[in-house]
């Protein structure tokens, strides 16, 4: 095609008029709009899986609070710990009479 | 990244000082106020600049359903991205950026790649056969033909040359509205310009065969 005839095409595709926007265009968007900002609420308070994802990591948290705090008791408490914790566990979780 | 009342207070002084109009510095007014809250104001931007956006997006679609789809998409993505508008450009430019992008992603996600003589109305087809040498092409035709031809471009090189020969942008107004740089929009303008040519020869080629075969039929 010579460059004459591209010409001709560029020309006459510059004449289409555009597409209109309809009347009721800016109620479709802000509704559209409106669907997205409750659907990222929806979202934010997220399913069960988030919400246990989300609570992990206080979980990981709170049971290193209580492995630091055994260690200290260990190192600078009288008594052994660990001694006390299985005594105390022989005779509450888990009594003899019990089995 | 400036905050929403930094650019809200920068954007309208710089404005201020460099002398544009009450009705930009109105303009930034108001996407404050949708910032700050007052979303059902977004109709007023949407009044505003729905045309310009329509008009962008017709360039890459003819299908008006789909047009409005894509416009509805741009102020979705404005919508959620308002704070990251700065107001050291015009509003108007930013968001026509967003359309651009719209766009471009919308030829990506097109799958219809091949071209087809058959897909081409009769007056385009009756054009390509060259007919009648001294006629201009319908404006509708002339759409029809370029659309076709132009599916074996990439959506990056339909854009340059869109923006280029239909919208009549310069290469520096491309280079605003996409983010390229000038020897990257110069360089796709020339390839995109060698395909787009071998792509119509190719489609006048079977306009001319078809004719041929009419003509031994009969």
């Not at chain 2, 090189?157 to 509205?177: G, P, Q």
């Amino acid at each position: 095609m010579s460059d004459e005839r591209q010409k001709q095409l560029w020309r006459a595709a510059r004449r289409v008029p555009p597409v209109q926007p309809p009347e009721d265009f800016c109620a479709d968007v802000l509704r559209v709009i409106r669907q997205d900002a409750s659907g990222t609420l929806a979202a934010r308070s997220g399913t069960l899986a988030d919400q246990i994802s989300a609570l992990l990591p206080r979980l990981a948290a709170a049971a290193l609070v209580i492995i630091v705090a055994a260690v200290v008791w260990e190192i600078f408490a009288d008594g052994d710990f660990v001694v006390q914790l299985a005594e105390a566990t022989d005779e509450w979780l888990l009594p003899v009479n019990w089995l | 990244m400036a905050t929403w009342t930094d650019f809200a207070a920068q954007g309208a002084e710089a404005q201020a000082d460099s002398g544009l109009d009450a009705a930009a510095r109105e303009e930034i007014a108001l996407l404050r106020r949708i910032r700050d809250g007052s979303g059902d104001e977004f109709a007023e931007v949407i009044r505003r600049h729905k045309s310009r956006v329509f008009s962008i997006l017709s360039r890459y679609e003819r299908d008006a359903h789909l047009v409005e789809d894509l416009a509805q998409e741009t102020f979705l993505k404005a919508w959620r991205a308002l704070k990251q508008f700065d107001g050291r450009a015009p509003f108007e430019h930013w968001l026509s950026r967003i359309a651009v992008h719209v766009a471009i992603d919308h030829i990506r996600a097109r799958r219809d790649r091949e071209v087809r003589f058959s897909d081409l109305g009769e007056d385009a087809a009756e054009w390509l056969q060259n007919l009648h040498p001294t006629q201009n092409p319908q404006p509708h035709a002339a759409r029809e033909i370029l659309d076709l031809a132009m599916r074996k471009l990439s959506a990056e090189d339909r854009l340059v040359l869109t923006m280029l020969e239909i919208e009549e942008y310069s290469v520096k107004e491309i280079c605003a509205r996409t983010g390229w740089t000038s020897i990257m929009t110069r360089v796709r303008a020339f390839r995109a310009r060698a395909k787009l040519k071998v792509a119509l020869l190719e489609l006048e080629a079977t306009a001319t065969e078809n004719l041929t075969r009419q003509r031994e039929t009969k």
